[in-house]
């Protein structure tokens, strides 16, 4: 089966501009969450969703968004670009629902975007 | 609030050694959930094991093993017989069973296994 799946791998944009990262689940799973990780640091959570809905979000600013289509691909989208949003932007799957707070996430490759 | 402290940076090791990766947490749920991930060069995040809370057996899978202690908060990554394909670097994380589910990331540990 295939794995956790993202778009674009790499990315380069300028200050000021938009960006759209996508995401695709693991057949079956319902939940999608977002990360970013900075060059070395941990992945920081942005925002979860299941079933379309949002479940969580995770400190950052209003310029970050996203969304949850009916085949559970998920978008992140981050207007007004800053050069500190440059970094490794992590998708991960999970069952979701019932599954509960020990619902395993199982992470993509990434987008790293790089911010000029 | 909730903390995870992985106060390796960096280990380098040569091959066939042994290793431990140190992971402390905080958290003030009684139900939990514990994690690690390795994150090779390519960039994605493989699972490794979840933990609950309530379950304190360690486990062995492998080369690998994992010491978890409610005691210490502490929970530890063993990799025995050490192989150059280790090299990576190491999370450790926590999910609370209250708030968002989100889980909260250790800054890492980066293991390096010398030929």
């Known amino acids: 089966d295939a794995g956790v799946t993202q778009s674009p791998t790499h990315l380069i944009k300028t200050r000021g501009q938009h960006v759209t990262l996508r995401c695709s689940p693991i057949?079956?799973?319902?939940?999608v969450s977002w990360y970013q990780q900075v060059l070395g640091q941990g992945p920081q959570f942005i925002f979860q969703y299941y079933e379309k809905e949002e479940r969580g979000r995770g400190n950052f600013p209003d310029r970050f968004s996203a969304r949850q289509f009916p085949n559970y691909s998920s978008e992140l989208n981050v207007n007004a670009l800053l050069l500190g949003d440059s970094a490794l932007y992590l998708c991960?799957?999970?069952?979701?629902?019932?599954?509960?707070?020990?619902?395993?996430?199982?992470f993509g490759p990434g987008t790293r975007l790089t911010v000029l | 609030a909730q903390k995870v402290t992985q106060a390796q940076t960096e280990i380098s090791v040569v091959e066939k050694e042994d290793v431990t990766l140190d992971c402390v947490y905080e958290?003030?749920?009684?139900?939990?959930?514990l994690f690690w991930y390795k994150q090779p060069p390519s960039g994605e995040l493989v699972f490794l094991i979840r933990?609950?809370?309530?379950?304190?057996q360690n486990e062995i899978s492998g080369r690998y093993s994992w010491n978890f202690q409610k005691s210490t908060s502490s929970f530890n990554f063993t990799i025995t017989a050490s192989q150059v394909v280790d090299s990576a670097v190491y999370f450790c994380a926590l999910r609370a069973s209250s708030g968002t589910y989100k889980y909260i990331f250790g800054t890492g540990t980066r293991l390096k296994v010398l030929a």
């Open positions: 933990r609950n809370s309530f379950d304190e």
């Open positions: 057949s079956g799973h319902k939940s």
């Open positions: 991960a799957s999970s069952l979701g629902g019932l599954a509960g707070p020990g619902d395993t996430q199982y």
């Open positions: 958290t003030r749920d009684t139900t939990y959930y």
